[in-house]
């Protein structure tokens, strides 16, 4: 088992392709765009994840193409890296996933089962969906889910905190699980358990850690309307072991591409199976309220700030080195400044400003920043 396909190779599914290689595999990834995988392929590619130029250039048994044939013979074992997108009910959109799907059950049925792995976010329950369609057409689908953040994704993807196989049945989980132990440079705990279980644990993992930086950041409101300093508070708490100092500090809403989608995602399966996701919601209006409160302590401390005299932002993703900007609430909180009348400078990298003005126009004045 030394060659492995990898279905979507976007800024996730490139780097976990370059992990793989890096662990001794042949990787064939599939994408639609051309002029992107031939970027791939002449090793000319330019993205701002770190270290994934350096790895590229440095790989030798990573290719990539358009045809999803070639992918298909080229191994047993394919990882599905799609994009997926929040509805606006919270449950996850498919449609990369669903295409895809049609596309391989328009080629002839296999001969011998494969494995196709879902790795991409789904909603709990869509995993079994694709078993049941797939089933008569030679495919055992798994569900392995990962944990990353952007800006340090190779870096998770070598070292996690945990890998977790929603397995089908044993021996499929047992591929996985070596595939894991040979590319880990780290030894995590590994849980193998059934897709649905993978499922429910990707999101609640996720939607544990929101919960956190909401209670944080609403623990630190009452402290600053209390007249105090949220800091020594959440770092005295953040010292018990049952608690701990990860993502309990103080500062913006969560945002990214992730931690809300997930959210999200949590509430509306909670909610399809009749649950009422009490705590999921408190935590999106949690996140919400604090944006508002935090604009409330601006006009309050800025209340007779000369608007012509600028206020500079030297970071307005969703988090800073990095050049994401959905769901920031750094942004927001910007654009909501910027819109009463402030003269607002946003500092950043290129490509951060090149997404911004194409949806504030001239809201902002722009500085270029190398990150």
């Given amino acids: 088992m030394k060659n492995i396909g990898v279905i979507g190779i976007g800024r996730l599914g490139l780097c976990f392709s370059l992990t793989l290689e890096r662990g001794g595999y042949n990787v064939l990834g599939l994408d639609i765009n051309e002029d992107y995988v031939k ?45 997926t997108e929040s ?3 919270g449950k996850y959109d498919h449609s990369q996933v669903e295409t895809f ?12 089962p494969k494995d196709l792995v879902i790795c991409c976010n789904v909603c709990p329950g869509y995993s079994n969906e694709i078993q049941d369609r797939l089933k008569e057409y030679n495919y055992i689908v798994s569900f392995n889910p990962e944990w990353v953040a952007q800006g340090t994704i190779l870096y998770n993807q070598a070292y996690p905190d945990l890998v977790v196989i929603g397995e089908d049945n044993k021996e499929v989980g047992d591929k996985i699980e ?30 544990f850690l929101t919960t956190k930086i909401s209670y944080a950041n609403m623990l630190g409101d009452i402290a600053i309307k209390s007249g105090v300093d949220p800091e020594p508070i959440l770092a005295a708490i953040g010292e ?5 100092s990860k993502y309990f500090k103080y500062g913006f809403g969560y945002g990214g591409p992730c931690f809300p989608r997930d959210t999200r995602a949590l509430s509306y399966y909670s909610e399809k199976i009749g649950l009422p996701p009490s705590i999921v919601q408190a935590v999106m209006r949690t996140n919400l309220d604090h944006l508002d409160f935090q604009l409330e302590q601006f ?16 970071s307005i993703t969703y988090k800073p080195g990095i050049v994401i900007v959905e769901e920031s609430q750094q942004l927001a909180y910007a654009v909501y400044i910027a ?28 500085e270029e920043k190398k990150i």
């Fill in 87 to 89: 509805l606006p009910s």
């Fill in 240 to 244: 018990d072991t049952r608690i701990n």
């Fill in 339 to 366: 819109k009463e009348g402030y003269k607002v400078i946003i500092r950043e990298h290129p490509e951060v400003i090149k997404q911004v003005k194409e949806k504030f126009g001239d809201l902002f004045i722009y």
């Fill in 178 to 207: 070596k595939i894991y132990k040979n590319v880990c440079l780290n030894d995590p705990p590994i849980h193998r358990m059934d897709r649905l279980s993978g499922e429910i644990t990707k999101v609640g993992l996720n939607c």
């Fill in 299 to 314: 006009f309050q401390n800025y209340r007779d700030w000369d608007t012509n005299e600028p206020i500079v932002f030297d």
């Fill in 39 to 83: 970027s791939i392929n002449d090793k000319t590619l330019n993205s701002y994840e770190k270290d994934v130029n350096n790895y590229l250039k440095k790989s030798k048994n990573l290719k990539a193409t358009t045809d999803l044939k070639k992918v298909i013979d080229f191994a047993d074992i394919f990882f599905v890296t799609l994009r």
């Fill in 101 to 112: 799907l049609e596309r391989l059950i328009s080629l002839e049925k296999l001969e011998n």
